[in-house]
């Protein structure tokens, strides 16, 4: 079993919904990291969070502790959100590594 | 953007050859990491550092070694390139424990 779950593998919408995507992870964790990777592109951070809730533009990132469980949200979704998005932790101090999820692929279409 | 650079982008080799991958950053950055991702398993570490000839094994390490003689730049080898190493390769900097780790352009590997 992967330590590091999202959900859903797969996610296709259409523009203006409002989009959420999952992660949980199995062990317990010092921060999480939400990434985006664009086709073909390059990755690119978007949040990183120990606790609480993260706001930048049109996207939100919660995170529970408790429930070792964290949301990435896209309100009023854009085809140009589309792309790869990656949940990763990292647990204790460990040098800042990284465990990554699998990804969750979205598609907005216009 | 932080100033990674990935070099080459695209390689092209032979099974049984040696191929080294650079990482190069211009933030001084203390720590570096190198991350392969393939389909079906997502991104992976192989190899990181913690500074200047400071390094170690990532959860796929085997086949890999690594080198940071000095601040800017990490290498990452394939001592003998096998076709399983044909990936996607990834560097990664991160300036303190608690700062965003940013990632380079990555470099697509065929090994034929």
């Known amino acids: 079993k992967n330590e590091v779950e999202q959900s859903p593998q797969n996610l296709t919408a259409q523009e203006g919904e409002f989009i959420t995507i999952n992660c949980s992870y199995s062990?317990?964790?010092?921060?999480l990291h939400w990434l985006q990777q664009h086709p073909g592109g390059g990755i690119v951070s978007l949040f990183m969070l120990s606790s609480g809730k993260k706001k930048h533009g049109r996207l939100i990132a919660t995170i529970n502790i408790q429930e070792k469980h964290s949301s990435l949200h896209i309100t009023a979704s854009h085809p140009r959100d589309s792309a790869v998005y990656i949940c990763?932790?990292?647990?204790?101090?460990?040098?800042?590594?990284?465990?990554f999820g699998q990804g969750t692929i979205l598609t907005v279409h216009p | 953007d932080a100033g990674i650079t990935q070099s080459p982008r695209h390689k092209v080799t032979e099974t049984g050859t040696p191929v080294t991958l650079r990482c190069h950053q211009t933030e001084n950055h203390r720590y570096m990491y190198w991350y392969r991702q393939d389909p079906g398993h997502g991104l992976r570490l192989i190899h990181y550092?913690?500074?200047?000839?400071?390094?170690d094994k990532g959860e796929v390490s085997d086949g890999y070694s690594v080198s940071r003689s000095k601040t800017e730049d990490f290498l990452l080898t394939l001592e003998s390139a096998t076709s399983s190493q044909t990936s996607v390769y990834f560097c990664a900097i991160k300036k303190g424990l608690w700062e965003t780790q940013y990632f380079g352009p990555g470099t697509r590997l065929l090994v034929l």
């Open positions: 062990v317990g964790i010092s921060a």
């Open positions: 550092s913690y500074g200047v000839k400071d390094t």
């Open positions: 990763a932790v990292r647990m204790g101090t460990s040098y800042g590594k990284l465990t």
